[in-house]
């Protein structure tokens, strides 16, 4: 008999909690990923498109093209390191503040999948993430 697609599973599971948490930060026209750079950012004042992809542990032109989004949307700011080579991101003022809107929604879609899942299936997900 063969067994179900891990890999499959855990993408579709990724797919329906990303969906949670961009339903609830559609009220500040951020979706998850966007939310998750501008937390980052944030975190850390300035840093290279280069450092956020290693923070967040993704593809550095999936960030770069993330990125051009939030800095379209005036939510980012890049500025030159002088070398022409690299730039700096930092959040704008509207940055700041959209971030600020959003932690209470991110929250409520945190609360929503812990309702949903329950306690252990919350713990599994944390030892699953935690052991790949």
Do not use: F
């Not at 959040?91 to 932690?103: H, N, P, Y």
């Not at 991110?106 to 329950?118: C, D, K, N, R």
């Not at 306690?119 to 030892?127: F, S, V």
């Amino acid at each position: 008999m063969d067994s179900p697609c891990y890999c499959d599973l855990l993408r579709t599971a990724a797919r329906k909690t990303t969906a949670i948490y961009d339903r609830h930060l559609a009220a500040v026209e951020l979706t998850l990923a966007q939310y998750r750079l501008l937390k980052r950012i944030s975190r850390t004042g300035k840093l290279s498109i280069t450092e956020l992809a290693s923070l967040c542990d993704l593809d550095r032109s999936t960030v770069g093209r993330n990125v051009q989004v939030l800095v379209r949307h005036e939510l980012v700011e890049e500025t030159s390191c002088g070398d022409g080579r690299r730039s700096m991101l930092s959040l704008s003022e509207t940055g700041r503040q959209r971030l600020a809107a959003a932690v209470p929604l991110w929250h409520a879609a945190q609360t929503e999948i812990e309702a949903t899942l329950g306690p252990d299936k919350i713990a599994a997900i944390t030892g699953l993430s935690g052991a790949l």
